[in-house]
């Protein structure tokens, strides 16, 4: 069943002459508990999709729906509730507040939510320790490497339980070691905690994690491929498909 769609989905930045098409009529489906790639060169508009996906910003054609709910025809504070409560976000840069503490941090949204603190507290140590950071949640984020850090900003995208996931460039900032720790969990949020995951990713090793790949090109859909994760070489095939696709008129 599909949690997101999106129909005829277009952003257009500037007017006129200066207009820039950064997404242009994008209709797809993500299922629940799948693993979405997207990929493409740099300016195709998959940043533009994800914030679109996640209701940062507002299309100018076209419509999302959420688990059947049309963002567009939301008010603004029910899209902010909608955002807090279905989907979690990952960005490359951590965005973790430096005074406090892992479990303080991951605990932030349920905290801004109004949630009651003992409560909040222990659903952030929970995810915490389900990505592996038991051991360190009192540590504040100058004590904790760029891996450990941004799995305390997975760990605070999923502690409202959202059904939807969206990671931009969630290892750009990571070394390699560290990258496929985190794409690793990214595919545990929706294989085994059942969440659906849609990513952004220059990086082929990474996007080798997902289910399904979206490339993108000029802000349309213009490949899709879906992976067997029994094929060692995934990698190397995204790779050569994202080099087709820069060589591509």
Not at 151 to 156: D, K, L
Not at 223 to 237: G, P
């Amino acid at each position: 069943m599909a949690l997101v769609q999106t129909m005829g989905l277009t952003k257009i930045y500037g007017k006129g002459d200066t207009a820039v098409v950064a997404l242009d009529h994008v209709s797809m489906e993500v299922n629940e508990g799948e693993f979405v790639a997207v990929m493409g060169p740099s300016g195709c508009g998959k940043s533009t999709l994800l914030h679109l996906l996640g209701g940062l910003d507002r299309p100018s054609e076209g419509e999302v729906l959420i688990a059947g709910v049309p963002l567009g025809r939301l008010a603004d504070d029910a899209l902010t509730e909608l955002r807090r409560r279905r989907i979690g976000f990952i960005f490359q840069f951590y965005n973790l507040i430096p005074v406090l503490s892992a479990a303080e941090n991951a605990a932030l949204p349920l905290t801004l939510d109004g949630a009651d603190g003992a409560k909040a507290k222990n659903k952030a140590e929970e995810w915490l320790r389900r990505v592996g950071l038991g051991n360190r949640l009192r540590s504040r984020p100058d004590q904790l490497s760029g891996g450990q850090q941004q799995r305390v900003a997975i760990a605070r995208a999923l502690v409202a339980e959202p059904a939807l996931v969206l990671a931009d460039e969630p290892t750009g900032n990571l070394d390699t070691r560290s990258s496929r720790e985190v794409a690793g969990i990214l595919r545990q949020v929706a294989k085994e905690w059942g969440r659906t995951v849609v990513m952004v990713t220059h990086d082929p090793q990474i996007a080798a994690y997902a289910d399904r790949i979206l490339f993108l090109k000029d802000g349309a859909v213009v490949d899709e491929t879906r992976l067997d994760h029994k094929n060692a070489d995934n990698a190397t095939m995204v790779a050569d498909k994202m080099s087709d696709l820069a060589g591509a008129t």
